[in-house]
């Protein structure tokens, strides 16, 4: 079973600052994601990345930016964090070319 | 512009009935179609899945119905029991890369 964990579980952050998102994978999967979960709007694409080094925008990378140092880890980072960035955010790894996504547990984060 | 519609929002079956959760999708291009179960506080796991090819896959009591020609998709859970309470994604992908999910199903079975 494909492990991929988030830290922290939870976060709560100040309007105007910075907070960085972790996640960790130990299967060796070249793919890694972060996703956004919100009523009504199911998961939506923040960034991805194939590999290394490399990142890729998703569906709505407005005010997010990532970072891939390692195979195993990919960080979501808001240099500004809003109040609308306030949601549960997760982490999913998968092989390139493979059927399955894993997902971490979450981070549910909250902007006051 | 949504890739991928889910319907309904929310379900309520008895325990014992099949559950029958919809699924449509924009994007002729999309070939695999996997649904992920979510339980509260976890992160979505993948229950089942169908390549565009086929019109039919079951595993145990979930069963996929998948119609091309429409754009459309069903799972089919038999027998509900309150274990299956979850949310349940439709998702959809082209050649394994870059997943767009729905908004959800969220499913509950009364006992």
């Known amino acids: 079973e494909a492990a991929v964990t988030q830290s922290p579980r939870n976060k709560v952050a100040v309007t105007g600052g910075k907070v960085t998102l972790s996640c960790n994978q130990t299967n060796n999967h070249n793919n890694m994601y972060w996703y956004r979960q919100d009523t009504g709007h199911g998961l939506r694409l923040i960034h991805y990345s194939y590999g290394a080094g490399s990142t890729e925008k998703g569906d709505i990378p407005d005010g997010y930016k990532a970072s891939r140092p390692s195979q195993e880890n990919f960080s979501l980072i808001l240099e500004l964090a809003t109040p609308s960035q306030t949601s549960v955010y997760f982490c999913a790894s998968g092989e390139r070319h493979a059927e399955t996504l894993y997902f971490g547990s979450g981070t549910r984060l909250t902007v006051l | 512009q949504q890739q991928v519609r889910q319907s309904p929002q929310s379900l309520t079956v008895w325990e014992g009935e099949t559950a029958i959760l919809n699924c449509s999708y924009e994007?002729?291009?999309?070939?695999?179609f996997p649904w992920y179960q979510q339980f509260p506080g976890e992160g979505p796991a993948l229950l089942i899945s169908?390549?565009?090819?086929?019109n039919k896959k079951e595993d145990g009591r979930f069963t996929i119905f998948f119609n091309k020609r429409e754009k459309k998709l069903s799972l089919h859970i038999a027998d509900s029991q309150p274990g299956d309470s979850a949310t349940y994604f439709c998702a959809a992908s082209t050649g394994y890369q870059n997943f767009y999910f729905g908004k959800g199903t969220s499913l509950t079975v009364i006992p």
């Open positions: 994007n002729s291009a999309f070939d695999y």
């Open positions: 169908i390549l565009s090819v086929s």
